[in-house]
């Protein structure tokens, strides 16, 4: 069973940046699909971006241009870029992996179907 975790999170001023990672083991990273999901206090868990074991990448029209997603199949990690951060960008990040799963349009459902979890790292966005 594949194990994540992420790591990256913290306070930054708005404008600024942040870089999170998520992390795998126990399994053949190639063959995952990971998505990056976040969720605020009292909102639903919403889904970000993802990236296929190809490295196609797929991102929500909100995140679009500011965000971006890589994958290091060598350090079986994923990494979300974060640029030009607003206070609503607070939440809990999460990854999340599918073993071959799709990455585009409808991606969101299969990862809460049958995803594998990180616990989750906070990102706050405060002056």
């Known amino acids: 069973q594949v194990q994540l975790v992420e790591s990256g999170g913290g306070l930054v001023q708005p404008g600024g940046s942040l870089t999170l990672s998520c992390t795998t083991s126990?399994?053949?990273?190639?063959?995952?699909?990971i998505g990056w999901f976040r969720q605020a206090p009292g909102k639903e868990r919403d889904g970000l971006s993802c990236?296929?074991?190809?490295?196609?990448?797929y991102y929500e029209d909100f995140v679009k241009g500011r965000f971006t997603i890589s994958r290091d199949n060598a350090k079986k990690t994923v990494y979300l870029q974060m640029n030009s951060l607003k206070p609503e960008d607070t939440a809990i990040y999460y990854c999340?992996?599918?073993?071959?799963?799709?990455?585009?349009?409808?991606?969101?459902?299969?990862?809460?179907?049958?995803?594998?979890w990180g616990q989750g790292t906070q990102v706050t966005v405060s002056s």
């Open positions: 999340a992996a599918v073993l071959n799963g799709i990455c585009g349009r409808y991606y969101y459902t299969p990862f809460v179907i049958d995803g594998s």
């Open positions: 990236i296929h074991r190809t490295g196609y990448t």
């Open positions: 126990g399994v053949t990273f190639d063959d995952y699909t």
